[in-house]
């Protein structure tokens, strides 16, 4: 091919071709790195080869992936819709199908491997909307999370308040520190309530007073709350 590859214009048209099941990885490196040089329309290569020829050739030159038993095809019609969902996902831009016309019933026809493809795409497609929801719900956690941090800094500094010694005053006010406490904690199971999702009374929404306010977690409890800096 030395002379005809001089003709830039005809390798551009065609697609530059390794299909060798016995090929290592050098031949296949050194195969990648001559069609990295010559720039032709594509390369044809197997499914195995589609790592390798991404980190060598990036997306500057389609890759097109050979599957269904080449050379000489393939029964398995669950076989055939994996490789075309594994060179997919690898990145190929073009699947190459091997189909030998038989009269096996169970012989995959274009029509089953159409839909084969079709219901991959919807897989990935689907894979793809759910790690968008993932990423969303990690944003809403982030918040949520920083939310109850300036919380707890808040509660710190009102029990650490003048350097007060809380066992202290459960022994001079049992009473008035019992009180504290089991208000403390209906507030705080109210937090956990919201943090959950639960949804906001109207009374909550409507706080805009410290008297009004859950102070165990009022940036979550009482949105519309605005503390005096």
């Known amino acids: 091919m030395g002379d005809f590859l001089k003709n830039n214009d005809i390798i551009r048209l065609t697609d530059y071709t390794l299909l060798d099941k016995e090929e290592n990885e050098h031949e296949m490196r050194k195969f990648l790195t001559k069609a990295k040089r010559y720039n032709p329309a594509a390369v044809c290569l197997f499914v195995k080869d589609i790592r390798l020829a991404k980190e060598i050739l990036g997306s500057n030159i389609p890759i097109a992936a050979v599957v269904g038993g080449f050379p000489k095809g393939d029964e398995d019609c669950d076989e055939i819709r994996k490789e075309i969902s594994n060179a997919i996902t690898l990145g190929a831009d073009e699947i190459d199908i091997v189909l030998e016309p038989r009269d096996d019933e169970d012989f995959p026809n274009q029509i089953e491997l159409e839909r084969g493809i079709e219901e991959q795409n919807k897989v990935l497609e689907q894979q793809k909307a759910d790690f968008e929801a993932i990423m969303e719900s990690n944003k809403k956690l ?9 919380d707890l800094q ?8 003048k350097n007060r010694d809380i066992g202290k005053l459960a022994i001079e006010r049992t009473k008035s520190i019992e009180r504290i406490i089991n208000k ?18 109207e009374e909550e929404l409507k706080a805009t007073l410290k008297s009004q306010i859950n102070p165990e977690c009022p940036a979550l409890a009482n949105p519309n709350y605005v503390p005096y800096q």
């Open 184 to 201: 403390g904690s209906a507030n705080a199971q109210r937090c956990v309530e919201l943090a959950s999702g639960a949804e906001h009374t």
């Open 142 to 150: 982030n918040v949520l999370i920083n939310t109850f941090k300036k």
């Open 154 to 161: 808040d509660l710190d500094k009102r029990f650490t308040k």
